[in-house]
């Protein structure tokens, strides 16, 4: 069954950057709790109930339908939310020059990147998330997805994913959803390992740098990373 993860971080690490105690509390213990247990209520006794959670993502989109089941969207939030809370940790960091020409070659410089990035998300209408995704090409891209779309539907690896939905943000950004996503980027596990300074406090946030540079198979992975139903 769909387990609920324990964050890498406690709920009120990250309230420096904006994302405050209450904030968590209601999106990691309401809202991503809410996707599991209806995600298991509709699992349980199906064909999928025993489906890696990648196979039944990609086994219920449909991707020309304006709408999809029940099954797909508690399902994809779930997986949304669990690369999302493992991306962030409470070290601030900045992106200096080791990840700078991958980066480049694809946007043009850092700033650019980052400009697109939070664009990306702040034209989202509505709900959804915006991504950092590697295309078949090998090249970097950003997009976007709504609801609980994400770039498994589209055949791409998700390199960071950023929550748009209003119930991430709205207690402390109200509307500014520029500001939150902002934030967001000063929190990423990633950037950390790129500053070659140590993560305070405990997380268990894995950065991202080898996928991104290029080598895959250097990668690590969280021990849950194939989401397998019990």
């Known amino acids: 069954m769909l387990t609920l993860p324990k964050l890498p971080y406690s709920y009120e690490a990250l309230q420096d950057f904006g994302m405050g105690k209450e904030t968590m509390e ?11 247990d209806n995600g298991n209520k509709l699992l349980e006794g199906s064909d999928w109930e025993n489906k890696d959670i990648e196979e039944i993502i990609l086994g219920n989109f449909k991707l020309d339908s304006k709408s ?3 099954i797909f969207n508690n ?14 940790t409470p070290k601030k960091s900045t992106m200096p020059g080791e990840l700078e020409k991958s980066i480049i070659d694809s946007f043009g410089s850092l ?8 664009a990306a998300g702040v ?3 509505g709900s959804g998330w915006c991504w950092l995704v590697k295309d078949s090409d090998d090249r970097l891209s950003i997009t976007k997805t709504e609801n609980g779309l994400n770039p498994l539907c589209f055949s791409q690896k998700a390199l960071l994913g950023c929550d748009v939905w209003e119930h991430a943000y709205y207690l402390n950004y109200q509307n500014r959803r520029p500001d939150y996503i902002s934030a967001f980027w000063d ?11 140590p993560i305070i406090g405990e997380t268990d946030g894995i950065s991202l740098l080898p996928t991104l540079l290029g080598n895959p198979k250097k990668q690590k992975q969280h021990q849950n990373q194939k989401f397998r139903h019990n």
């Not at 700033?111 to 939070?118: P, Q």
């Not at 929190?187 to 300074?197: D, Q, V």
């Open 26 to 36: 209601y999106h990691h213990g309401l809202h991503h709790k809410a996707y599991v």
């Open 68 to 70: 999809q089941n029940g």
């Open 75 to 88: 399902v994809a939030q779930h997986w949304n939310h669990c690369e999302f809370w493992k991306m962030m």
């Open 111 to 118: 700033s650019n990147f980052k400009d697109e990035f939070v």
């Open 123 to 125: 034209s989202q209408f």
């Open 187 to 197: 929190m990423l596990a990633t950037f950390s390992e790129l500053t070659a300074e």
